[in-house]
């Protein structure tokens, strides 16, 4: 079991995918550096025992906006995780950058723990291959539900209309997964990379090009994050009505079940007004 607790609500966002150096940690850095621009204040948690996300924010400058860092992983070989992960009060997002080579059991907890899962994925024969194979593991095995949208598709790397790109588009809208950006092969990462930022705090005549896709990933995360609220406020109102309901009975006989359907409908239709006045 890991959990991660502690923190501002945080959204936590999950990056994966076992193909080595398909672009999970340059993902992870440059989202907490924009979120970091943002003054969300986000952790970091480095579960790679290499630690280049950690290297990373040893080289971040100091006069840039500060981003929390956590060790995901222990210095002892038979513990594959750490298992609790402590987020400071005042941060909003968590970033979990994974290693390639995971366990299984760790994979289950942060699949089950994350509000989004990213999974940047190269445009090669061979990495879309992997990567279709990974996420039918995650979708038959760990079981993780299509229906949740929680899972996003960043490619990454992009040259051109390749064969290989469009192959990982049809495939990904065969399974009706969204591709939420598709950054370019750019040198601009790499520079960003060594001086401890992300692309976004690098001077914009460098960026034109590859920032609106940055966007396009950190936009999709802000509507799931706006989804989950929704939905926490929606459970938490029903959770409310339904109590009223048996307390105007003295809490005496009445069905709970019922008390819970008709909870759910009353909610509905007061955030559809809502809604509808808004
Ligand atoms: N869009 C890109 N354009 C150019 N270089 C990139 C891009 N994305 C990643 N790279 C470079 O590719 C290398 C591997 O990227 P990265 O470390 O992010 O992959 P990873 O998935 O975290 O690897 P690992 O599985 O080893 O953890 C790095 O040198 C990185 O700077
Ligand atoms: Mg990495």
Sequence with gaps: ?????????????????????????????????????????????????????????????????????????????????????????????????????????????????????????????????????????????????????????????????TKSYQMLVRFLSSLKIPMIAALRDSQVFMHAAAQGIGIAEMPAHKIRNDIPQINAVVSWLDKRRAAIHHMQQRQAMIEQVAYGYAESRGFQGGDPANDWIEAEREVDSRLGESASVN
């Design 1 to 161: 079991m890991i959990s991660i607790s502690g923190g501002d609500n945080p959204h936590k966002i999950v990056i994966l995918n076992p193909k080595g150096g398909c672009g999970k940690t340059t993902l992870a850095t440059n989202l907490a550096s924009v979120f970091a621009l943002r003054g969300a204040r986000p952790t970091l948690i480095d579960c790679d025992p290499h630690g280049f996300s950690m290297g990373w924010l040893q080289k971040r400058p100091e006069n840039r906006p500060s981003i929390y860092g956590l060790r995901g992983y222990t210095s002892d070989p038979g513990i594959a995780a750490s298992p609790r992960l402590e987020v400071p009060n005042d941060s909003s997002i968590v970033i979990v950058d994974l290693p390639a080579a995971i366990p299984h059991e760790t994979l289950h907890a942060y699949t089950y723990l994350a509000d989004s899962l990213l999974i940047p994925i190269q445009p090669s024969e061979i990495d879309v291959y992997t990567a279709t194979r990974f996420i039918a593991e995650l979708l038959l095995d760990v079981r993780l539900d299509r229906n949740e949208r929680r899972l996003a598709i960043v490619a990454n790397r992009v040259r051109s209309r």
